[in-house]
C-alpha cells in the first residue's frame, strides 16, 4: 500500500478536497489516502458545504469526510504529505523529526508548477467561485499525481 497524506489548516475546505479527487483517480486496493489539518479548530467536522458542493458538481461525495488534526506520528504512516500552502509547510516541517520526514513534504501545487512552491489559495473567506478554483488547481496535481504513481 502507498499511504498518501493531504494537509491544509482547517481540513475542511482544501484538504478534504484533495483528498476526494485524488482517491477517485487512484485503485482503491493499492493507495490509502488521507486528509488532516494543521489546526484543531474543525475536528470531528464534515468539510464545508462549499467544498462538499463543488465536489458534487464534479461527481465526487466528500460529505462523509471528518476533520482531523496532524500529528507527528503522520509521518510514520504517510509515504508522501502534500501541503497546500507555505504556512501549512512550514508547520508540518516544523514538526518533522529528521530528514526522512522531512523528505516526504511537498507543496501539492509543485506537481503541476514545478520547483514554484505555489499556494493553493484558502477558499474559506471567499465565495464559490474561490472553491471552483480550488478544485481546478487539485485536480490538475492530483492527476500528475496519479499518473507518476500508477
Ligand atoms: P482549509 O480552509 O484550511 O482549506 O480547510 C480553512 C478552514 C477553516 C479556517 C481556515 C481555513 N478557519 O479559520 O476556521
Not at 502507498?2 to 487512484?26: D, H
Not at 494543521?38 to 476533520?67: C, F, Q, W
Not at 509515504?79 to 500552502?85: A, K, L, N, S
Given at each position: ?56 458538481e464534479n461527481g465526487l461525495d466528500i460529505s462523509s469526510l471528518r476533520g482531523r488534526q496532524f500529528s507527528t506520528t503522520d509521518f510514520d504512516t504517510f509515504d508522501q504529505i502534500y ?68
Amino acid at each position: 500500500m502507498t499511504k498518501i497524506l493531504m494537509v491544509c489548516l482547517g481540513n475542511i475546505c482544501r484538504s478534504p478536497l484533495a483528498e476526494g479527487i485524488l482517491k477517485s483517480k487512484l485503485p482503491k486496493d493499492k493507495f490509502i489516502v488521507d486528509s488532516a489539518g494543521t489546526a484543531n479548530y474543525h475536528v470531528g467536522s464534515a468539510p464545508d458545504r462549499r467544498a462538499i458542493k463543488v465536489a458534487k458538481e464534479n461527481g465526487l461525495d466528500i460529505s462523509s469526510l471528518r476533520g482531523r488534526q496532524f500529528s507527528t506520528t503522520d509521518f510514520d504512516t504517510f509515504d508522501q504529505i502534500y501541503v497546500m500552502d507555505e504556512s501549512n509547510y512550514n508547520n508540518v516541517m516544523n514538526l518533522a523529526r529528521d530528514d526522512n520526514d522531512r523528505d516526504k513534504v511537498k507543496f501539492i501545487l509543485n506537481e503541476t508548477y514545478p520547483n514554484q512552491n505555489y499556494d493553493v489559495p484558502d477558499p474559506y473567506y471567499g465565495g464559490p467561485e474561490g472553491f471552483e478554483n480550488v478544485y481546478k488547481m487539485l485536480d490538475e496535481a492530483c492527476t500528475v499525481i496519479a499518473s507518476s504513481l500508477k
